[in-house]
């Protein structure tokens, strides 16, 4: 018996290509063009976020970008290091923005992360606002395989915190009379 052989001995059955199979395929890809196209923007705003975060990160590893942060102790005991960054917004709700828009704006957010003390944080008022907001969130979307699932431990707290802050820098910034939306607020951790 040769390699020839063995393979294909082992190589895995395949359906045969027939008309049958070729209609019923193409009456899949209509069932499931028929349900309409899913909007994937959260998951296109978290990979920018996360590949802004990256970036961030490296650069303020090497020193060129101060992150404001600190650490917080978790309620099960372990600490994390959280960095906040504030990123202009090229387009949201159809409102595109320029340089000269965003700039004020970035530069007064970084101006009030730089002064945020994490200490001043009343993390039970975060929890019970992220609680409520993540609530709504879930409660909206009308599709139960879409919801998002209901965060827990060290996630729930940092994502609180995160929350909190979002809430608190857009408040400032309104109250400055700059457009918060010109800004995306961002958040890395790192826990023990």
């Known amino acids: 018996?040769?390699?020839?052989?063995?393979?294909?001995?082992?190589?895995?059955?395949?359906?045969?290509?027939?008309?049958?199979?070729?209609?019923?395929?193409?009456?899949?890809?209509?069932?499931?063009?028929?349900?309409?196209?899913?909007?994937?923007?959260?998951?296109?705003?978290?990979?920018?976020?996360?590949?802004?975060?990256?970036?961030?990160?490296?650069?303020?590893?090497?020193?060129?970008?101060?992150?404001?942060?600190?650490?917080?102790?978790?309620?099960?005991?372990?600490?994390?290091?959280?960095?906040f960054f504030v990123e202009p917004t090229v387009s949201t709700g159809g409102k595109h923005y320029t340089d000269a828009d965003t700039g004020p704006v970035v530069a007064a957010a970084e101006a009030w992360l730089e002064d945020l003390d994490l200490g001043s944080v009343d993390r039970d008022e975060a929890v019970r606002e992220w609680r409520a907001a993540e609530a709504a969130a879930i409660a909206s979307q009308p599709d139960p395989e879409e919801r998002q699932p209901v965060l827990r431990g060290v996630d729930m707290e940092t994502t609180a915190v995160y929350y909190w802050m979002t809430q608190r820098l857009a408040a400032y910034l309104t109250a400055q009379g700059l457009d918060p939306n010109a800004v995306m607020p961002g958040m890395g951790s790192r826990c023990d």
């Open 1 to 83: 018996m040769d390699l020839d052989d063995l393979l294909t001995r082992a190589a895995p059955p395949t359906t045969p290509r027939t008309d049958g199979l070729d209609r019923e395929l193409r009456a899949l890809v209509r069932a499931a063009e028929s349900r309409g196209r899913r909007r994937r923007r959260p998951a296109v705003v978290a990979g920018a976020a996360v590949a802004v975060l990256l970036g961030t990160g490296v650069a303020a590893a090497t020193g060129a970008v101060p992150l404001p942060g600190g650490f917080l102790d978790m309620a099960d005991g372990s600490r994390c290091h959280v960095e």
